[in-house]
């Protein structure tokens, strides 16, 4: 096996948001592995550092939710994966105003701030990838998450307008759209669905998170990490705007 052998991301820098586990660590670790610099980009200190250290990148401490923060990422990332989230669940009578807000932040306008910065460089170069982690949620809603509903909607728009005004420049913009991924983020939810629905946490899984989807299983990190590599490789250049679920069959009902 050549070890010397040009890999498809060499030469590239990327910068992944919550970087320090599930959906974007896979990421982090996938384009690296690629050829790709990263900037693993995270509130949690200790885990993104060590990350950094493994794969060989750059950590950078940062709380999605405060702009000033956001503003000061790096704005030299080529490739740029908007991932980070985080869920509240509640009925909207009920849902705290104040958390509505931090998930939009978090969500939807560090993107925006990300890549209002980032894509002049990319359109200097006449390259770039952005690829937003969407959800099913972003084509499909559900009770309870207004603010992650909302936000992944928004998400959506965001990359579609970026796909349109960056394609003279060489920029393609699109969602990866997973169903319930193994990660901490869904099992912290698990607790918060089967006090919502009264029904116990044992039952969330199949009742609540596969009731939807054709393939009774959920999906690993890994398997969207790949796609999100795949939409920054050749064979993927003419796909933009688009939104492609992984879902196990979800968004087929």
């Known amino acids: 096996m050549d070890t ?47 990350l950094a250290e493994l794969i060989g990148g750059e950590a950078h401490i940062a709380d999605l939710a405060d702009p000033a923060a956001v503003d000061a990422l790096p704005d030299d990332a ?9 869920q509240h669940v509640a009925p909207l009578h009920e849902f ?32 770039g990838r952005v690829v937003n982690i969407s ?10 998450k207004a603010a992650y509903v909302t936000a992944k909607h928004g998400l959506e728009g965001l990359s579609k307008t970026v796909a349109l005004e960056g394609a003279p420049h060489g920029v393609t ?13 869904v099992e912290r939810q698990i607790a918060d669905q089967a006090a919502t629905h009264g029904i116990p946490e044992s039952e969330v899984i199949e009742r609540i998170m ?3 989807t ?14 999100a590599l795949w939409l920054c490789t ?7 705007g688009a939104s492609l679920p992984v879902d196990g069959g979800w968004t087929a009902h």
């Open 234 to 240: 050749p064979p993927a250049s003419y796909i933009t």
């Open 214 to 227: 054709a393939l009774k299983r959920l999906i690993e990190p890994e398997e969207v990490a790949q796609l």
């Open 173 to 185: 913009s699109n969602c990866v759209n997973p169903g319930y991924v193994r990660t901490a983020l």
């Open 78 to 86: 080529d490739i740029v994966v908007n991932n980070a989230g985080l």
């Open 4 to 50: 010397t052998a040009p890999r498809p991301l060499d030469g590239r820098t990327a910068l992944v948001t919550g970087a320090a586990s599930g959906i974007g660590r896979a990421c982090a670790e996938a384009l690296a592995a690629a050829g790709a610099r990263v900037y693993v980009v995270d509130l949690a200190a200790a885990p993104a550092r060590e």
């Open 135 to 144: 959800s099913v949620h972003g084509l499909r809603a559900s009770p309870y």
């Open 210 to 212: 596969l009731d939807r």
């Open 96 to 127: 705290p105003p104040e958390r509505f807000t931090q998930i939009q932040r978090v969500m939807v306008e560090a993107p925006f701030r990300i890549l209002r910065r980032t894509l002049p460089r990319m359109y200097q170069r006449n390259w």
